[in-house]
């Protein structure tokens, strides 16, 4: 051990003119002056030779002197190895890694060490530099001075032991150590080194890079790059240097961490263009690709320099494109091809889901710029609107989703591309070219009643579902209308091409189910689908004005073509034209610059045509009033109220004005006015049907009491006219979970007094009636929950209890809801379910599996006092009813012979068995 004390006295005895901390200075004295002054001070504290302390170090740091000897009598080597010298021996002598008491130091000794390691740093490192680094504005006031390479080599073998004390690193104290020593090494690797030497150049460079700031080291190879007019080899280095810490693990989240300015669009497009080079080998760009993929998904900052590098990589050539398309789809592998398919295993919990769709977000929806193309999008939207229709609707990440779809569908050409993606998507077509991802058919989302999280799951079977519908509900919710607009009229020219083909096509003898399968789906599929999501668009007040606004002149084209569909014209087309004509009569009322265009008064033939050539009243009814806008009889009824009009029109029009008026009361006097039309079976109103629909449904969302019950009475009215579209319709909104709660509940009431009104005939949409209010049962909230079982109860008694089929799975509801449930009223509209099925029961012998857990659930019920006073009391009507049914059971005749029993005693007064007995008469 040394005297450690002798050595602090010696280093604050000196004076550190290029230490960053600064020095003491000497009055009048220039840097010669200062290091003259050192090194007697030096000699005088150490009294060893130089030639033994050069021997010392360069056994210790394992450097190998060169041939040509060190010239000692230069004032700055032996300054130099001097300092090498103390720092050594200090390293050695203080255990700078303890934490131990008696190896700390003081505050002011751990500066000194600082001040000389930076002082070191001036004249062993950086001014020993490559010359061409002296044109740098960093290194422009630092005087060159050439030293021999074993000094050098001795320099960088001891600040990698220096470096490794962190104390040392207080505030940022050795940031330009760091900068000058690896300026050092790239100096002395184009100087041509040994073997030996280029071994200890590279073990410097790997600890710079994996033991320091990654990003310091990208921010000083990039400064080193900036000097102007640098020499081919040296530029040649710092690119290579560049290259392979780039291609390195988390590369280019150094990089970025190097580049990271208040501004963040500017330093994303330093960093764009630094990493999409095309000089970049190909092995080098998809690395990097793989990497700033793993860097977005692990990040929340920086991810526009990331996606916007990711751009760049993409357009540079096909490789990088497959390379991108690879990983995009690796993100849902787990739900398009799941590896596991047991029952009931989770495959993605909510916070993975969410984590993919929120990255995806970003890679797609951060800017119109910085991201990637949205044709990227287009193989994946079946699985993006299947994840959308599924989860539900709190979940913040759903809006992502239908920004991903819109984004994707906005971006596509009108005239080929949208039709044809629309086409592929309505057509349920996976398979390709190229094929698209969708959830595994074993898949499905799965909300916990208990916690509130999503999962997505392996069931036993699932159903094949239409997730195309699943796009209507986006666009009416979204609010780009334009898009809208976009997609409506690219629909209904699918629609378009589909009647007119199936006007010329025949069909050939079917053999086999398989074939009779194809034919239908090939045939109606994708004609069903276009008319649903046509209908539900139809009537969107915003698709409205938009057409109107911008595409009538393309609307009315498509009309034009639709009015030319009149040989042997099918159901679908009828209601196709009935649907178009309602909704263009309506726009060419509101607009009066549409009437009196151009291509509206062209239709004014079509139509007549049309007129002459069918028979549907309904549609006889929508075009009398359409032709007489065409040709400029009927004036626009919003800025004239001329009396040439037809009467039953004229009224039409009336009670549509009072009921889109917002006071109640002359809301309602519109709804009487039209009840009593309905019900003298007035044709405009007839055919003007879908209309009334539309503005019920708008009118039903109404506060005040009066308003929506009348409304209710409208739809009993209109269901005597068309009782399939509008139980279909208002089941769709009662299951819509984007709807508020007290409108959900009026149209259930509607529901129920529609199925009232057409009575026992209501059994033929038993399952659409049934299984909407069994969904509105397994709602997780509590109001809408007792309100459907309260429906389910009386729509029992409606069917006459002809609910079979979905016997087991209401007492399975009726079971969960009992035993786990926590709201009361639902508690008690499932006890009335029960009671109303037991009432049901014709044959107790059908059911006499499940009567003895009934009776016994009944019976604790009504003997538990503590229980709610209503459920006793819905439980003892039940006890009654099972009590009556097994009397009347027990009075009958039939089943007292059913309930014969033989009882048979063996081995009494049997003759005994004589030889050897058959085995099928033993026993």
């Given at each position: 051990?040394?005297?450690?004390?002798?050595y602090?006295?010696?280093?604050?005895n000196?004076n550190?003119?290029?230490?960053?901390t600064g020095?003491?200075?000497?009055?009048?004295?220039?840097?010669?002056?200062v290091?003259?002054?050192n090194?007697?001070i030096?000699s005088?504290y150490?009294?060893?030779?130089?030639?033994?302390?050069?021997q010392?170090?360069c056994m210790?740091?394992?450097?190998?002197?060169?041939?040509?000897?060190?010239d000692?009598?230069n004032?700055?080597?032996?300054?130099?190895?001097q300092?090498?010298?103390v720092?050594?021996t200090?390293?050695?002598?203080i255990?700078?890694?303890?934490?131990?008491?008696?190896?700390?130091i003081?505050?002011?000794h751990?500066?000194?060490?600082?001040?000389?390691?930076?002082?070191?740093?001036?004249y062993?490192?950086?001014?020993?530099?490559h010359?061409?680094?002296y044109?740098?504005?960093?290194y422009?006031?630092?005087q060159?001075?050439s030293?021999?390479r074993?000094?050098i080599?001795l320099?960088?073998?001891m600040?990698?032991?220096?470096l490794?004390?962190?104390q040392?690193h207080?505030?940022?104290?050795?940031?330009?150590?760091?900068?000058d020593?690896?300026?050092?090494?790239?100096?002395?690797?184009v100087?041509?080194?040994s073997?030996?030497?280029?071994?200890?150049?590279?073990?410097?460079?790997a600890?710079?890079?994996?033991s320091?700031?990654?990003a310091?080291?990208?921010r000083?190879?990039?400064?080193?790059?900036?000097?102007?007019?640098l020499?081919?080899?040296?530029a040649k280095?710092?690119?290579?240097q560049l290259?392979?810490k780039?291609?390195?693990?988390h590369?280019?989240a150094s990089?970025?961490?190097?580049l990271?300015?208040?501004?963040?669009?500017?330093?994303?497009e330093?960093?764009?263009?630094?990493?999409a080079q095309?000089?970049?080998?190909?092995?080098?760009?998809q690395?990097?690709i793989?990497?700033?993929?793993?860097?977005?998904?692990m990040?929340?900052?920086g991810?526009?320099?990331g996606?916007?590098?990711?751009?760049?990589?993409y357009e540079?050539?096909v490789?990088?494109?497959?390379?991108?398309?690879?990983?995009?789809?690796s993100?849902w592998?787990p739900?398009t091809?799941?590896?596991?398919l047991?029952?009931?295993?989770i495959?993605?919990?909510?916070?993975q889901?969410?984590?993919c769709?929120?990255?995806?977000?970003?890679?797609?929806c951060s800017?119109?710029?910085?991201?990637?193309?949205?044709?990227?999008?287009v193989p994946?939207?079946?699985?993006l609107?299947?994840?959308?229709?599924h989860?539900?609707?709190?979940l913040?990440?759903?809006?992502?989703?239908?920004?991903?779809?819109?984004?994707?569908?906005?971006?596509?050409?009108s005239k080929?591309?949208?039709?044809a993606?629309?086409?592929?998507?309505y057509?349920?077509?996976?398979?390709?070219?190229?094929?698209w991802?969708?959830?595994?058919p074993?898949?499905?989302?799965?909300?916990?009643?208990q916690?509130g999280l999503?999962?997505v799951?392996?069931e036993?079977q699932?159903?094949?579902?239409n997730?195309?519908?699943?796009l209507?509900a986006?666009?009416?919710?979204?609010?780009?209308?334009?898009?809208t607009?976009?997609?409506?009229?690219?629909?209904?020219?699918?629609?378009?091409?589909?009647?007119?083909?199936?006007?010329?096509?025949?069909?050939?003898?079917?053999?086999?189910?398989?074939?009779?399968?194809?034919?239908?789906h090939?045939?109606y599929?994708?004609?069903?689908?276009?008319?649903v999501?046509?209908e539900?668009?139809?009537w969107?007040e915003?698709?409205?004005?938009?057409l109107?606004?911008t595409?009538?002149?393309?609307?009315?084209q498509?009309?034009?073509?639709?009015?030319?569909?009149?040989?042997?014209p099918?159901?679908?087309?009828?209601?196709m034209?009935?649907?178009?004509?309602l909704l263009?009569?309506?726009?060419l009322?509101?607009?009066?610059?549409m009437?009196?265009s151009?291509?509206?008064?062209?239709?004014q033939q079509?139509l007549?045509?049309?007129?002459?050539?069918?028979?549907?009243p309904?549609?006889l009814?929508?075009l009398?009033p359409?032709?007489?806008l065409?040709?400029?009889?009927?004036?626009?009824r919003?800025?004239?109220?001329?009396?040439?009009?037809?009467?039953?029109?004229?009224?039409?029009?009336?009670a549509?004005?009072?009921?889109e008026?917002?006071?109640?009361?002359?809301?309602?006097?519109?709804?009487?006015?039209m009840?009593?039309?309905l019900?003298?079976?007035?044709?405009t109103?007839?055919?003007?049907?879908?209309?009334?629909?539309?503005?019920?449904?708008s009118?039903?969302?109404?506060?005040?009491?009066?308003?929506?019950?009348?409304c209710?009475?409208?739809?009993?009215q209109l269901?005597?006219?068309?009782?399939?579209?509008v139980?279909?319709l208002?089941?769709?909104?009662?299951?819509?979970?984007?709807?508020d709660?007290d409108y959900?509940?009026?149209v259930?009431?509607?529901?129920?007094?529609?199925a009232?009104?057409?009575?026992?005939?209501?059994?033929?949409?038993?399952?659409?009636l049934?299984?909407?209010?069994?969904?509105?049962a397994?709602s997780?909230?509590d109001?809408?929950?007792?309100?459907?079982?309260a429906?389910?109860?009386q729509?029992c008694?409606?069917l006459t209890?002809?609910?079979?089929?979905?016997?087991?799975?209401?007492?399975?509801?009726?079971?969960?809801?009992?035993s786990?449930g926590?709201?009361?009223?639902?508690?008690?509209?499932?006890?009335?379910?029960?009671?109303?099925?037991?009432?049901?029961?014709?044959?107790?012998l059908?059911?006499?599996?499940?009567?003895?857990?009934?009776?016994?659930?009944l019976?604790?019920?009504?003997?538990?006092?503590s229980?709610?006073?209503?459920m006793?009391?819905h439980?003892?009507?039940?006890?009654?009813?099972?009590?009556e049914?097994?009397r009347e059971?027990?009075?009958?005749?039939?089943?007292?012979?059913?309930?014969?029993?033989e009882?048979?005693?063996?081995?009494i007064?049997?003759p005994?068995?004589?030889?050897?007995?058959?085995?099928?008469?033993?026993?």
């Amino acid at each position: 051990m040394i005297n450690t004390a002798k050595y602090f006295a010696l280093l604050e005895n000196l004076n550190f003119k290029h230490a960053e901390t600064g020095g003491k200075e000497l009055v009048g004295s220039d840097g010669l002056e200062v290091l003259q002054a050192n090194l007697k001070i030096l000699s005088k504290y150490i009294q060893k030779d130089l030639k033994e302390q050069l021997q010392e170090l360069c056994m210790a740091l394992q450097v190998e002197k060169e041939s040509d000897e060190i010239d000692l009598k230069n004032c700055v080597n032996c300054y130099i190895i001097q300092l090498l010298h103390v720092l050594h021996t200090l390293s050695i002598n203080i255990n700078f890694h303890s934490d131990a008491k008696e190896d700390l130091i003081s505050v002011a000794h751990l500066k000194l060490c600082i001040r000389a390691t930076q002082e070191l740093s001036y004249y062993a490192l950086r001014s020993q530099l490559h010359e061409d680094f002296y044109k740098s504005a960093v290194y422009k006031d630092v005087q060159r001075v050439s030293c021999y390479r074993s000094l050098i080599y001795l320099s960088v073998q001891m600040f990698i032991r220096l470096l490794t004390i962190r104390q040392l690193h207080i505030a940022n104290a050795m940031e330009l150590v760091q900068r000058d020593l690896l300026a050092a090494v790239i100096s002395q690797r184009v100087a041509q080194p040994s073997p030996e030497q280029l071994l200890q150049l590279n073990a410097a460079l790997a600890y710079l890079w994996q033991s320091e700031s990654k990003a310091d080291y990208f921010r000083h190879v990039l400064l080193l790059k900036a000097t102007p007019n640098l020499s081919a080899p040296l530029a040649k280095e710092l690119h290579h240097q560049l290259l392979s810490k780039l291609g390195a693990t988390h590369g280019f989240a150094s990089l970025l961490a190097a580049l990271q300015t208040p501004n963040v669009t500017q330093s994303a497009e330093i960093v764009a263009q630094i990493v999409a080079q095309r000089g970049f080998s190909l092995r080098l760009q998809q690395r990097l690709i793989e990497q700033i993929f793993d860097f977005c998904a692990m990040q929340t900052k920086g991810i526009m320099a990331g996606v916007l590098s990711l751009r760049r990589l993409y357009e540079l050539n096909v490789e990088n494109r497959e390379c991108v398309e690879r990983l995009l789809s690796s993100h849902w592998l787990p739900l398009t091809s799941p590896a596991d398919l047991l029952n009931g295993l989770i495959i993605w919990e909510q916070a993975q889901l969410c984590a993919c769709i929120r990255l995806w977000e970003q890679l797609f929806c951060s800017s119109s710029v910085a991201c990637l193309p949205s044709v990227l999008l287009v193989p994946f939207v079946p699985l993006l609107l299947q994840l959308y229709k599924h989860l539900p609707q709190m979940l913040t990440d759903r809006k992502a989703l239908a920004a991903l779809i819109l984004r994707c569908l906005d971006n596509r050409e009108s005239k080929q591309e949208l039709p044809a993606v629309l086409q592929r998507l309505y057509s349920l077509d996976l398979t390709g070219p190229p094929p698209w991802q969708a959830l595994h058919p074993r898949l499905a989302i799965k909300l916990s009643s208990q916690s509130g999280l999503v999962t997505v799951q392996v069931e036993q079977q699932q159903e094949e579902e239409n997730y195309c519908r699943a796009l209507t509900a986006l666009l009416k919710a979204g609010s780009d209308h334009t898009l809208t607009a976009k997609i409506f009229l690219a629909l209904l020219g699918l629609m378009l091409q589909q009647l007119q083909a199936n006007e010329s096509a025949s069909t050939e003898l079917l053999s086999t189910e398989t074939e009779l399968a194809d034919f239908l789906h090939s045939k109606y599929h994708l004609k069903l689908e276009l008319l649903v999501a046509l209908e539900q668009l139809v009537w969107h007040e915003p698709l409205k004005a938009q057409l109107a606004a911008t595409q009538s002149k393309n609307f009315i084209q498509l009309v034009a073509q639709l009015t030319t569909i009149t040989v042997q014209p099918s159901e679908m087309a009828e209601h196709m034209q009935l649907l178009i004509l309602l909704l263009l009569q309506e726009l060419l009322e509101r607009n009066e610059q549409m009437q009196l265009s151009e291509s509206t008064r062209q239709l004014q033939q079509p139509l007549q045509k049309l007129a002459s050539g069918t028979s549907n009243p309904l549609l006889l009814n929508a075009l009398q009033p359409l032709l007489e806008l065409v040709s400029g009889k009927q004036p626009n009824r919003l800025t004239s109220k001329a009396p040439s009009a037809p009467a039953s029109l004229a009224s039409f029009q009336k009670a549509r004005e009072l009921i889109e008026n917002e006071q109640p009361h002359l809301q309602v006097y519109g709804i009487q006015l039209m009840l009593e039309a309905l019900r003298n079976k007035d044709p405009t109103f007839l055919s003007q049907s879908h209309r009334i629909i539309a503005l019920a449904l708008s009118t039903l969302k109404q506060k005040e009491s009066y308003t929506f019950l009348n409304c209710v009475r409208l739809f009993v009215q209109l269901v005597h006219i068309m009782e399939a579209e509008v139980l279909d319709l208002l089941s769709d909104e009662y299951l819509s979970e984007t709807a508020d709660l007290d409108y959900r509940l009026v149209v259930g009431e509607a529901i129920l007094k529609a199925a009232q009104e057409i009575g026992p005939l209501c059994y033929r949409y038993k399952a659409v009636l049934i299984n909407c209010f069994l969904h509105g049962a397994r709602s997780s909230l509590d109001e809408f929950r007792s309100s459907a079982y309260a429906n389910l109860a009386q729509l029992c008694r409606l069917l006459t209890y002809q609910v079979h089929s979905f016997f087991q799975e209401l007492l399975q509801l009726i079971d969960a809801e009992l035993s786990s449930g926590r709201y009361l009223p639902a508690k008690r509209g499932a006890l009335l379910v029960l009671a109303e099925l037991l009432a049901g029961m014709d044959n107790l012998l059908n059911y006499q599996d499940m009567l003895l857990p009934i009776y016994r659930l009944l019976r604790a019920i009504e003997a538990n006092e503590s229980c709610d006073s209503q459920m006793r009391q819905h439980a003892a009507n039940g006890l009654k009813v099972i009590n009556e049914k097994c009397r009347e059971l027990l009075k009958s005749d039939a089943p007292v012979q059913q309930l014969q029993r033989e009882i048979k005693v063996l081995g009494i007064k049997e003759p005994s068995a004589k030889g050897k007995r058959h085995i099928l008469e033993l026993n």
